[in-house]
């Protein structure tokens, strides 16, 4: 994962986090031919399959630990390179991210313990690991968060058509700047303000206001 150290602050990330697709090389090709098909980039459909994974586990954690856990031929296996690609997940997606990590651990822990099938559910140590360290085994288990990654990026190789690919998380369905009601009469452009902000400020509020899809903050 890259980042600043202060991504995790308090808990939530607070800087933009730059994700690796954990699909095999061919499976990340077989994306970017979707992608191209249906007119959008890459990251927009990873963005989609993350939105969809968060949303599952808040809804229904049993049913997308079953999607976590799910084989498929476009995860690599052993030491089988991934794709080089990456994308960038905002600080509200990567946030939703970390909660699902938590939902789904936390139900799979107590499937474990009630069941005990250690063998189906391995343990998801270290949760925000990159890959097998130098020196582990090639039947080494990739941490919780990469699993739910390689999840989101199966289902919009899968399924995501055209109808699915303008979905997003709850978190993000309406815009930012319509949340609040306007007065009767009155208009939403309100009254113009001026911040005095330092110049790194000013550009993470442009970046999160882009991805997001808010209005871009003004110059």
Known sequence: ????????????????????????????????????????????LMRQGVDWIVDLASEDSTVALKEVLRPSGLYPCGRERESGYAFVLCPARMAGLIRAVGKID?????????????????????LLGQGPPSGMPSDWQPSLRKRIIRTAGRKALEDF????????????????????????????????????ITRSAKKRMTQAAREANLIPVAG
């Open 161 to 196: 058509e055209e109808d699915d690919i303008g979905i997003t998380c709850s978190s993000e369905r309406e815009p930012g700047y319509q949340k609040l009601e306007k007065r009767l009469g009155a208009d939403r452009g309100g009254t113009q303000i001026v911040i005095g």
């Open 106 to 126: 936390q139900t799979a822990q107590e499937i474990v313990q009630e069941s005990g099938l250690s063998d189906l559910y391995p343990s998801p140590e270290p």
């Open 1 to 44: 994962m890259n980042g600043n150290k202060e991504d995790f602050e308090c808990g939530f990330p607070t800087t933009n986090t730059s994700v690796s697709v954990p699909l095999t090389s061919r499976g990340a090709s077989q994306l970017k031919q979707k992608a191209d098909r249906l007119g959008r980039p890459v990251s927009h």
